[in-house]
């Protein structure tokens, strides 16, 4: 009896954490400036359109809603980030793309969200970032 309550107890916990897909639009960035990779690290991260920030699993945001990827170097590759180079401070693309996790992040202080990019459904061609 112990034995199929803890499973019952595990299986509730999984099926909380399961996310179903989210598909959104917005503009991904990756900034190689001093600050940017000071504060977020060397990351990818999305800004999904204000329009659909209410399909992000968070509370209503106050401030605008953007996440980095979990699986930094597969989004890269699946979004087609170009190589770092000298004469600009990164790489910005309007895409639409679908995450199948989210976590936000609810702590004080410096953090932020973060999701896992499943796929892409069609990204643009990057533009450079200048830089200040």
């Known amino acids: 009896?112990?034995?199929a309550a803890a499973l019952l107890l595990a299986t509730a916990c999984l099926s909380a954490r399961a996310q179903p897909p989210?598909?959104?639009?917005?503009?991904y960035s990756l900034r190689t400036d001093e600050m940017s990779l000071e504060i977020?690290?060397?990351?990818?991260c999305f800004a999904?359109?204000?329009?659909q920030w209410g399909r992000l699993p968070r509370p209503?945001?106050?401030?605008?809603?953007?996440?980095?990827?979990s699986n930094d170097s597969q989004a890269r590759r699946l979004l087609r980030v170009p190589a770092r180079q000298a004469d600009n401070c990164g790489?910005?693309?309007?895409?639409?793309?679908?995450?199948?996790?989210?976590q936000a992040y609810m702590e004080q202080g410096d953090?932020?969200?973060?999701?896992?990019?499943?796929?892409?459904?069609k990204v643009a061609q990057p533009n450079a970032i200048a830089c200040e």
């Open 40 to 44: 977020i690290g060397n990351r990818v």
């Open 111 to 121: 953090g932020n969200d973060m999701a896992r990019l499943a796929s892409v459904v």
């Open 60 to 69: 209503a945001a106050t401030h605008d809603a953007w996440f980095c990827f």
């Open 1 to 3: 009896m112990k034995l």
């Open 48 to 51: 999904p359109d204000k329009a």
């Open 22 to 27: 989210i598909v959104l639009d917005g503009q």
């Open 91 to 102: 790489w910005q693309a309007r895409a639409r793309i679908v995450i199948d996790t989210y």
